[in-house]
């Protein structure tokens, strides 16, 4: 049988180290690559395609639910596990409706590692126990009936929120995203104007509040 294929997105050194050495040990599942922040665990989805993910939530450029969300829509086929030490109910709420398979917290053992693994690759959905009862009911409540703003900006405009959270100029951004600098103020100017926010500290205050933007 061929082995589950995976990647480790988390931009600590030492924790990737560390659940490679931890996934290494389960029988059937390899370790194809790492990615320490978000947008590097998107190129490394799309050249290696990989079976599943684990991913941090909080990590620079693009965060952990972002490149969940991005995942989702460009490479349904690759599921993901949000790995984070983060309980609170919002953060699985927000991992969840950016389309991950399931969540588990870092001071998880090597034997729910592994359940939460193998279950995800048959397809289905896992929930550590330390998260699970009081998120369910919540969570299936919220998706049926909640509609955000964040519901109504693209994929772009998200990406550019994150970066201007993290205090990177117009010209770092375009130079990031690889677009120019009149294109960066334009996607700014929708944003302002979609979530009726009109200076950065709101639009800062906003992405943390909804979760776009998880602080360390």
Do not use: W
Request: some cysteine.
């Amino acid at each position: 049988m061929a082995p589950i294929t995976l990647i480790i997105a988390d931009n600590h050194t030492l924790v990737r180290a560390g659940f490679r050495a931890l996934v290494e040990e389960l029988p059937g599942v390899e370790v194809v690559g790492e990615a320490d922040n978000g947008r590097e665990a998107l190129v490394l989805v799309e050249s290696l395609k990989p079976q599943l993910v684990l991913m941090d939530i909080a990590m620079p450029e693009m965060n952990g639910l972002e490149a969940t969300a991005r995942i989702s829509h460009d490479f349904p086929q690759v599921r993901v596990l949000i790995v984070s030490m983060h309980a609170n109910e919002e953060y699985v709420y927000q991992a969840l409706r950016s389309g991950a398979s399931g969540y588990l917290l870092k001071d998880s053992g090597l034997k729910e590692l592994e359940i939460a693994v193998r279950a995800i690759a048959r397809g289905e959905t896992y929930l550590c126990p330390a998260v699970s009862k009081y998120v369910v009911k919540d969570y299936v409540r919220r998706l049926e009936s909640e509609d955000t703003p964040l519901d109504h900006i693209t994929p772009r405009q998200r990406e550019i929120l994150q970066l201007i959270v993290a205090g990177k100029s117009t010209k770092d951004i375009a130079d990031i995203l690889y677009i120019s600098a009149k294109t960066v103020e334009t996607h700014r100017a929708q944003l302002m104007d979609r979530l009726d926010i009109h200076d950065i500290a709101g639009l800062v205050r906003y992405a943390i509040r909804t979760g776009l933007v998880v602080l360390e």
